[in-house]
């Protein structure tokens, strides 16, 4: 299915886990377009059947590669922490969006080297769009004619700036932060991975979060994403974010931008309000 890749380093890598989350996607849409049945994880976090079902999927294939694994639907076993390459699944990231039924998840799969992303792949089953990209060697979109590389803007200022921004995680504090500082530029989006798509096809500028509920495996596909694409993510301090961590959790808020300078205007802003992350 996929043998012409537009990167040659991970190409290897790449082409079972594209396969994997496509024939996730498929198993995920039949759950979708029927009845299902919705529990609860800690944290009143929602799960569904289509959760486990692309989780064994994925790890399926990934298991093949003798790499170590972390992912959202599998219990944890901190002995990857000791590993230099480690896989980062989110195997329905957006479950709320799929139980709301309206179309914003995706199936995201990252791989970090000693803590950086360099792999990332997205895929949409809803619209079949289909994002990659490896460090090095760009982010890409596969469309009809091909894979396409992928290129953010270089909008530098934010009364220009487009936010794209949580469906149903923004706060009260958030939008108030937003009328404040006038930025009223912004449409919102299910899936940190799909939002990380918009802004690397030059449809946004920024997403930022500033709970504590984005993990690993909600950023590690889309960070890849967003640095071969020109863009940039940190904390909200500007602390770089890195992976396989004992603690999964992001502390410090999330940061996604287009560019370098973008993204020093805004966190600066940001850091001024959320002064305790």
């Known amino acids: ?30 759950i979708y377009n029927q009845d299902f049945k919705i529990t609860f994880k800690q944290q ?12 064994k999927i994925i790890l399926k294939a990934l298991k093949k590669t003798n790499i170590a694994i972390l992912s959202e639907e599998t219990k944890d076993n901190l002995e990857r922490v000791d590993q230099d390459l480690l896989w ?15 179309g914003e998840f995706s199936v995201m799969v990252g791989l970090a080297e000693k803590g950086i992303p360099v792999l990332g792949i997205i895929y949409q089953p809803t619209t079949k769009d289909l994002f990659l990209s490896s460090k090095g060697e760009g982010a890409y979109e596969k469309t009809t004619e091909g894979w ?5 803007t270089a909008i530098t200022t934010l009364s220009e700036a487009r936010g794209i921004l949580s469906r149903n995680n923004l706060s009260e504090e958030e939008a108030r932060f937003l009328e404040r500082n006038n930025i009223n530029k912004f449409t919102q989006k299910g ?6 798509g918009e802004i690397c096809r030059g449809n946004a ?12 495996w909600d950023t590690c596909a889309a960070h890849s994403l967003i640095l071969e694409a020109g863009g940039n993510l940190t904390t909200f301090r ?14 410090g808020g999330v940061l996604f931008t287009n560019n370098i300078i973008l993204h020093e205007n805004l966190r600066k802003k940001i850091i001024s309000k959320y002064k305790n992350l």
């Not at 899936?191 to 990380?196: I, P, R, V, W």
């Open 1 to 30: 299915m996929f043998s012409a890749l537009p990167i040659k380093i991970r190409a290897n890598l790449a082409r079972p886990v594209l396969e994997a989350a496509i024939a996730a996607g498929k198993e995920i849409l039949q």
């Open 44 to 55: 009143q976090e929602p799960l569904t059947e289509a959760d486990l079902v692309s989780n």
């Open 88 to 102: 980062i699944v989110d195997p329905l990231d957006g479950t709320r969006e799929f139980i709301n039924k309206n």
């Open 148 to 152: 396409k590389r992928l290129k953010t």
């Open 191 to 196: 899936s940190a991975g799909l939002k990380a």
């Open 205 to 216: 500028e920024f997403y930022f979060n500033s709970t504590n509920k984005l993990k690993e």
């Open 238 to 251: 500007g602390e770089e974010i890195t992976y396989n961590k004992k603690d999964p959790i992001h502390h």
